[in-house]
């Protein structure tokens, strides 16, 4: 879930590598420091930092954007467009680098099952390897696509497999099985003179992993679900979200929203194509609530890059949209919400990646805005969605410097947000409305694949 722009401009690819092993360093850090101390933070009384473990070597370039998160037991996983970190998080106010593998790619958002680890990699690379450069997009060598790695020695992940997809991937959605599972690709496209991302481009591509023969992984089927859109608009999705216990998949198609039955997961179906001009720009993102009647999704208004919290951008601009799914399994626009703080015209912020905290019988979300902070709200009442606390750093220095939290999700406890320039940090919410959250113990978690509670 990102950069959508970056996605779209970023284009380079060239010829085929043999696949090597990636780089890593592997070793505890040193204690995390608490914050920055060359940078100020805004917070509400009943939400603290409580924990921050910067980037370091080998995610140390001027490029080193942190991105996704998941989590499985005591280990948060975290994307780089440098690769990915593994953290030891079994004491979540002193966070641990189990490992750093060196990886690039952009965006290389994560996500984790079992003794599996995806990455999606959206831009052509020079091969399929971690050593491959970027190369030329209008070579058939190109490869862009999906990496997975076996992750059943933690501190050592191992790349097991490269699957390239029709315009890479920006995200994926993994719908786990006992024995399959399946990864819904979502990409941009098309691409004017690129070899791999041609015209329509109206489909989304499902790739099937055999759990115990991950190497066997492939794409077993690229449905459409458009038909003809506007001219000038992306094929295509940014996000898709799967709610396998409801059937359900919510994806953010850019120009629009769906809503789909995916009973069987290589042949989803399309139950409503949304639209709101008025309100929307860039489709980006969905989560469901746990009953799984409403779904928010959001809107990436300029991209990532732009700031779309001034005083001059409408309240219904850049921010999301809260659906109800009717009985016979429809979409109906019930409200709106944007982070109340006035951002300064130098700060890249926009509604961004968030997930549910499991408060039972409530409606929660915690959501990344970059620069905006982090925001945890209640959509209980769709029609006045509230906000209850808040994280907000000051301004970067510079002007249109990238940076900010690019997710922020709730496990187990605390609320772990990758900072693009950053790092990561945890922070603690403390509030008689989400402290029931404290009791719900989740095995691991992948934002774009919800489970009940």
């Known amino acids: 879930m990102g950069l959508v722009s970056l996605a779209a401009v970023v284009l380079l690819a060239a010829c085929s590598a043999g696949v090597e092993e990636p780089a890593t360093r592997?070793?505890?850090?040193?204690?995390?420091?608490?914050?920055?101390?060359?940078?100020?933070?805004?917070?509400?009384?009943?939400?603290?930092?409580?924990?921050?473990?910067?980037?370091?070597?080998p995610f140390d370039g001027p490029e080193s954007w942190g991105t996704d998160l998941a989590f499985q037991g005591n280990y948060a996983f975290v994307g780089n467009y440098d690769g990915?970190?593994?953290?030891?998080?079994?004491?979540?106010?002193?966070?641990?680098?189990?490992?750093r593998v060196l990886c690039p790619a952009g965006q290389n958002d994560v996500s984790v099952y079992g003794n599996l680890l995806f990455l999606s990699v959206d831009e052509p690379r020079a091969g399929e390897g971690c050593e491959s450069g970027r190369g030329d997009p209008s070579l058939e060598t190109s490869w862009e696509g999906i990496r997975i790695f076996?992750?059943?020695?933690?501190?050592?992940?191992?790349?097991?497999?490269?699957?390239?997809?029709?315009?890479?991937?920006?995200?994926?959605?993994?719908?786990?099985?006992?024995?399959?599972?399946?990864?819904?690709?979502?990409?941009p496209g098309p691409i004017p003179d690129t070899a791999n991302c041609g015209p329509p481009h109206e489909m989304i591509s499902i790739v099937e992993v055999p759990v115990n023969d991950p190497a066997a992984a492939r794409v077993a089927a690229t449905p459409t679900l458009f038909e003809g859109r506007d001219a000038g608009k992306f094929g295509g999705c940014h996000d898709?979200?799967?709610?396998?216990?409801?059937?359900?998949?919510?994806?953010?198609?850019?120009?629009?929203?769906?809503?789909?039955?995916?009973?069987?997961?290589?042949?989803?179906?399309?139950?409503?194509?949304?639209?709101?001009?008025e309100n929307f720009s860039v489709w980006h993102s969905a989560t469901f609530n746990n009953d799984g009647t409403k779904v928010v999704f959001t809107d990436e208004l300029g991209g990532g890059q732009s700031p779309m919290c001034t005083a001059d951008i409408p309240h219904n601009k850049g921010g999301d949209a809260i659906y109800e799914i009717t009985a016979d399994r429809k979409l109906v626009r019930l409200g709106l919400y944007k982070i109340p703080r006035v951002q300064s015209d130098t700060e890249n912020c926009v509604a961004h990646n968030g997930s549910l905290v499991p408060v039972p019988g409530k409606d929660i979300l915690v959501q990344a805005w970059y620069q905006g902070?982090?925001?945890?709200?209640?959509?209980?009442?769709?029609?006045?969605?509230?906000?209850?606390?808040?994280?907000?750093?000051?301004?970067?220095?510079?002007?249109?410097?990238?940076?900010?939290?690019?997710?922020?999700?709730?496990?187990?406890?605390?609320?772990y947000s990758s900072d693009i320039t950053k790092g990561l940090d945890v922070l603690k919410v403390t509030d008689p409305r989400t402290d029931p959250a404290n009791d719900i113990h989740l095995k691991g978690l992948n934002a774009q694949t919800q489970e009940s509670y």
């Open 150 to 187: 076996d992750i059943s020695d933690v501190g050592n992940p191992r790349y097991v497999k490269a699957v390239r997809t029709e315009c890479g991937s920006h995200t994926h959605a993994l719908i786990p099985g006992p024995e399959i599972d399946y990864l819904y690709v979502s990409s």
């Open 240 to 277: 898709m979200t799967v709610y396998p216990e409801k059937k359900l998949a919510a994806g953010a198609c850019y120009g629009d929203g769906i809503l789909l039955d995916i009973a069987e997961p290589l042949r989803p179906k399309v139950l409503q194509q949304v639209s709101d001009h």
């Open 373 to 415: 902070g982090v925001s945890v709200w209640d959509f209980t009442d769709p029609a006045a969605p509230s906000e209850i606390a808040y994280f907000d750093r000051e301004a970067l220095p510079g002007a249109h410097t990238l940076g900010g939290s690019w997710s922020a999700y709730y496990y187990n406890g605390y609320i």
């Open 26 to 57: 592997t070793g505890a850090s040193a204690s995390p420091s608490v914050t920055a101390p060359s940078q100020k933070v805004l917070h509400s009384a009943n939400l603290r930092l409580v924990a921050n473990v910067p980037l370091e070597a």
């Open 84 to 99: 990915f970190t593994v953290f030891d998080i079994s004491d979540p106010e002193k966070p641990l680098v189990v490992t």
